[in-house]
């Protein structure tokens, strides 16, 4: 897959194309990119994605704070994975937001980057106030002489898939129903920092890892979790909050205590799968009396990777 953040320097000769935010890039999108790729397989041609950075609502709206279910280098890594040729990361600003859709397809798609087919979700709009719908890009189809086609809406155990409910499944704790829209495991991505090592006084080290912004995290509890570090993946536990039982602290934290590992892994970049929920964060009398709390965790979360 070859990456682009402009299209000038861009010379294809025949594509397939389909556009969007695919924030999540869950069993929705994929059946929009499979699709995609079909299409460009059928007419010889490369299949194309085109997407945006920042989210556009984040640029049309900025009062509102947006939470991403990827970061921008996720992103780019999940897109690795799909078997598309080319990924579009165009940057979106005030200006290319006034664009209209039929501005948008002839100026960028047909004449720059020689669509021949597009393929759009079943409740895509785009352009300046989303003026930009299927029943339109049929019109324009015909005049500027490329194939489309939607993909209808794509539904996991008769769940509908959409973005906003899996950011909401998340915040929610519901990682089980949150991972089988995805269609992956639901991951964050940072830094392993230094902690109080309260947790290693106890028996129960832990990595501390940056939190980045705007990234959706699980909602406050203890998880089920597998790292993944140098292509190499652990099982372990998380926990997401504050610390009650140690100083109640205002700040946010993300601690990882993995099964049968003692490697210093201080300042090195990991990948935190949360797979499931197991309760609530609590606050606990005594040190002793969440040791105990942690051992049954770790028991639990055991059970959960072996079953």
């Not at 539904?155 to 959409?162: I, M, P, Q, Y």
């Not at 089920?224 to 009650?244: F, H, R, S, W």
């Not at 700040?251 to 892994?265: M, R, S």
């Not at 499931?276 to 770790?298: C, H, M, N, T, V």
Request: charged fraction near 25%.
């Amino acid at each position: 897959m070859e990456v682009f953040t402009d299209i000038k320097n861009i010379n294809i000769e025949k594509t397939a194309i389909c556009v969007g935010t695919f924030d999540g890039l869950h069993q929705g999108h994929m059946a929009v990119i499979n699709k995609t790729i079909e299409q460009a397989k059928r007419l010889n041609a490369k299949s194309l994605v085109f997407t945006f950075w920042p989210h556009p609502h984040e640029v049309i709206f900025p009062e509102k704070q947006i939470h991403y279910l990827n970061t921008f280098q996720e992103k780019i890594d999940l897109f690795s994975k799909t078997g598309i040729d080319y990924l579009v990361l165009y940057p979106f600003n005030k200006k290319f937001s006034n664009k209209s859709s039929k501005e948008f397809i002839k100026d960028f798609l047909v004449e720059k980057l020689s669509m021949k087919f597009f393929v759009i979700g079943y409740d895509h709009q785009f352009g300046k106030e989303r003026e930009g719908k299927y029943e339109k890009m049929i019109n324009c189809a015909e005049e500027l002489n490329f194939g489309i086609e939607r993909v209808e809406q794509q539904a996991v155990k008769d769940e509908f898939v959409s973005s906003t409910k899996i950011r909401n499944l998340i915040k929610d704790g519901e990682l089980e129903l949150a991972n089988s829209l995805l269609g992956y495991t639901y991951f964050t991505s940072g830094d392993v920092v230094k902690g109080k090592q309260i947790g290693s006084s106890i028996g129960f080290p832990t990595a501390n890892i940056n939190i980045a912004p705007n990234k959706i995290i699980p909602k406050i509890g203890v998880y089920c979790v597998q790292i993944e570090l140098d292509q190499k993946t652990y099982n372990g536990m998380a926990n997401i909050g504050y610390n009650p039982t140690i100083d109640d602290h205002k700040t946010l934290n993300l601690e990882i205590h993995l099964f049968d590992f003692n490697e210093n892994i201080y300042q090195q970049r990991l990948k935190v799968f949360f797979h499931k929920r197991i309760r609530d964060e609590k606050k606990f009398g005594s040190l002793d009396i969440l040791k105990s709390q942690l051992e049954k965790d770790k028991q639990e979360a055991i059970k959960y990777f072996t079953i």
